[in-house]
């Protein structure tokens, strides 16, 4: 099944994010790698591809998982998460319509 990990940025978190992202997107690669992504990037606070210093609400994957269990743990091991980029990650089952 399809869930879907929306983290939100703790209050000044921009300067962690960018120190952790190297380690974030290879953990995310892997997802790809294994055909179980679906979709994943940032939510910035401002209406551009780059907002330098105003920085970001949070981020956004929606990936396959075994269970809500699976997604939650893959969720907390996010290289985000551990380094406190985040002040809170939902996980919640998502279905994807097809059109």
Do not use: C, M, N, T
């Given at each position: 099944m399809?869930?879907?990990?929306?983290?939100?940025?703790?209050?000044d978190a921009l300067p962690i994010r960018q120190a952790t992202r190297p380690a974030h997107l290879d953990y995310v690669?892997?997802?790809h790698e294994q055909g179980r992504l679906v979709?994943?990037?940032?939510?910035?606070?401002?209406?551009t591809l780059t907002p330098t210093e105003a920085g970001y609400f949070g981020s956004l994957i929606i990936a396959e998982f075994a269970?809500?269990?699976?997604a939650q743990a893959w969720?907390?091991?996010?290289p985000y998460a551990r380094a406190g980029v985040?002040?809170?990650v939902d996980v919640q089952p998502f279905i994807q319509v097809q059109l």
């Open positions: 399809l869930y879907l990990i929306l983290g939100h940025d703790k209050p690669r892997v997802l979709i994943v990037g940032p939510r910035p606070k401002i209406d269970s809500l269990q699976a969720a907390a091991q996010d985040f002040e809170r």
